[in-house]
Antibody, heavy 119, light 106 residues
């Protein structure tokens, strides 16, 4: 079970930080991925974090703007996206990936967080 | 970066039909390929991973095949609940999605 933080409205140039709280499984045993979906568009993978040691793997187009972190004391992952533009308006999902050291699809998803970037 | 291309973008079908969606990778992804179903306003649902391994609870009318650069998702005996958008995703190094295929009512 993944529960995300609420909707955000941000101005261009600002940053947004979305949280994703996990329950019902051992948080540190599975990757957490972030995926976004702009209005009427397809799914776009942003990257993953390993909650165990904090290692990350970001999609190339977000390398310089995204930071994924986690707090294992409260089983929560975070995705912070900076230098927002209107093109970042989207629903942001967190999703559970495979067990660490394995490859796999995304089997548990959060409910999504709507981020709106508008002046 | 490896690109994933789905075809068709839209598919019109009727209940009871069998439909096939194709996903092509610009380079080999082995069998590291997943399929998802997404309905409007909802998070995606994982149907298949490792190209052909059905997730627990997914109806057997869904099947996946392929390896390397060409993959297919087949839905046999299409049911009303199956009208949705389907995405393929490769997952090695990066987790790249195809652009999606909308299965709509004919």
């Amino acid at each position: 079970h993944l529960v995300q933080s609420g909707a955000e409205v941000k101005k261009p140039g600002a940053s947004v930080k979305v949280s994703c709280k996990a329950s019902g499984y051992i948080f540190t045993n599975y990757y957490i991925h972030w995926v976004r979906q702009a209005p009427g568009q397809g799914l776009e993978w942003m990257g993953w974090i390993s909650p165990n040691h904090g290692g990350t793997n970001y999609a190339q187009r977000f390398q310089d703007r995204v930071i994924m972190t986690r707090d294992t004391s409260i089983n929560t992952a975070y995705m912070e996206l900076s230098r927002l533009t209107s093109g970042d308006t989207a629903v942001y999902y967190c999703a559970r990936g495979s067990e660490l050291r394995f490859l796999g699809g995304l089997d548990v998803w959060g409910q999504g967080t709507t981020v709106t970037v508008s002046s | 970066d490896i690109q994933m291309t789905q075809s068709p973008s839209t598919l019109s079908a009727s209940v009871g039909d069998s439909v096939t969606i194709t996903c092509r990778a610009s380079q080999s992804v082995g069998s590291w390929l997943a399929w998802y179903q997404q309905k409007p306003g909802k998070a995606p649902k994982l149907l298949i991973q490792k190209a052909s391994k059905l997730e627990i609870g997914v109806p057997s009318r869904f099947s996946g095949s392929g390896s390397g650069t060409e993959f297919t998702l087949t839905i046999s005996n299409l049911q009303p609940d199956d009208f949705a958008t389907y995405y393929c995703q490769r997952y090695n190094t990066y987790w790249t999605f195809g652009q999606g295929t909308k299965v709509e009512v004919k």
